[in-house]
């Protein structure tokens, strides 16, 4: 199974950025799709998560400025960033299961971990 993510970059706070992580390997739709991050010096974080049906949970700091979705026939997960601030700074990593398929906040349930985008969100 591979993750590749990417989208990550640059930005003033409240501005927007799309991150993308494309997955291989294994059915993407029956997997639960997750975004977790971590800031310079600090644990990894969970952001949001995506069941196998297409359910969402966010994180309180995140909810309402971003939107997870999936989709299945590009083997797509995003993560949409809106209202940026800069303690969203971070490199963002997607996480997947196929165990359970109905997502988790916790980092030790996904198995599989791409390998990180950075985000910078300027003040």
């Known amino acids: 199974v591979q993750l590749q993510a990417s989208g990550g970059g640059l930005v003033q706070a409240g501005g927007s950025l799309r991150l993308s992580c494309a997955a291989s390997?294994?059915?993407?739709?029956?997997?639960?799709m997750a975004w977790f991050r971590q800031a310079r010096g600090k644990e990894r974080e969970f952001v949001a998560y995506?069941?196998?049906?297409?359910?969402?949970y966010y994180a309180d700091s995140v909810k309402g400025r971003f939107t997870i979705s999936r989709d299945n026939a590009e083997n797509t997960v995003y993560l949409q960033m809106n209202s940026l601030k800069p303690e969203d700074t971070a490199v963002y990593y997607c996480?997947?299961?196929?165990?359970?398929?109905?997502?988790?906040?916790?980092?030790?349930?996904?198995?599989?971990w791409g390998q990180g985008t950075q985000v910078t969100v300027s003040s």
């Open positions: 390997g294994r059915t993407f739709s029956n997997s639960a």
């Open positions: 995506i069941t196998w049906t297409g359910g969402t």
């Open positions: 996480a997947a299961d196929w165990r359970a398929g109905w997502g988790f906040a916790n980092r030790y349930e996904y198995d599989y």
